[in-house]
């Protein structure tokens, strides 16, 4: 879907999809009732913004019948949880902002933030994780400042900066090539390579698994297959067979 056509939508309307979307996931079909609870909405309300969908072809719905998302409105719902997520992680992990606080953020955000900016904050948060001049330390330090507003000890700073840089080149030097498929749920790294050539890599790289791009493990099932990946914002389920191939650097 044309991101200029999604932009139609408002804020409002975009947060239904949310909701039908995390029920539908929970229950398998949503009601209004489960919507109107979900939001904290009327039921008048609920049915108003169900039509309006419904005529946008967004979902599926018919009075007194559950309501599904059509494949317009998962894709659509994936996008605004994609962009949530993606503040969201940028709020926690990188300002140092409590989880509370940043989920309403992101909530009022994720509706009107352009797609090239939010490109380009994915960029920076993957920046801040491979480049050894920042990293967790980096961000541990700003965090540190905002939280005890001590003067800045930059020369401290850059001496870590250093020890930090060598330490990661030294690493990256020693440490050999291993697949995605060898990574522990919550370990990350960073892809150089994919053995094979076809469509599904093809798939992959269409959502974010390309060269130099951060990818962590999110879980993996009990026999090792499947296993649930995030990169770029996106979460991925992939198949053992597929992992394999997936040639990375350990982060």
């Not at 962009?83 to 009107?112: P, Q, T």
């Not at 965090?143 to 330490?167: H, P, T, Y």
């Not at 090539?177 to 798939?203: F, H, Y």
Request: hydrophobic share 40%.
């Amino acid at each position: 879907m044309d991101i200029t056509e999604s932009r139609q939508l408002t804020a409002s309307l975009e947060d239904y999809i949310e909701a039908i979307f995390w029920i539908v996931s929970a229950k398998g079909a949503a009601r209004a009732r489960d919507i109107a609870k979900r939001l904290g909405v009327k039921a008048s309300s609920v049915t108003g913004a169900l039509q309006v969908l419904a005529k946008k072809k967004y979902v599926n719905y018919a009075p007194y019948e559950v309501v599904t998302l059509t494949s317009e409105g998962l894709e659509e719902a994936k996008r605004i949880i994609r962009m949530h997520e993606v503040l969201r992680d940028f709020f926690v992990n990188v300002l140092g902002i409590k989880s509370k606080i940043a989920e309403e953020g992101a909530c009022k955000l994720e509706h009107n933030i352009p797609k090239p900016i939010f490109d380009r904050l994915i960029e920076f948060m993957e920046f801040i994780e491979t480049c050894p001049r920042a990293g967790k330390y980096w961000t541990d330090k700003f965090i540190k400042q905002c939280n005890l507003k001590k003067a800045r000890e930059c020369e401290k700073c850059i001496e870590q900066s250093i020890k930090s840089f060598k330490k990661e080149r030294t690493m990256t030097q020693t440490s050999r090539e291993i697949t995605l498929a060898d990574l522990m749920p919550k370990e990350k790294g960073v892809v150089l390579k994919m053995n094979r050539r076809n469509s599904v890599t093809k798939r992959l790289a269409d959502m974010g698994v390309v060269r130099g791009a951060l990818i962590e493990v999110e879980r993996v099932a009990p026999l090792g297959d499947p296993i649930d990946v995030k990169v770029k914002g996106y979460h991925l389920s992939l198949r053992k067979e597929e992992a394999v191939n997936i040639i990375i650097s350990r982060g």
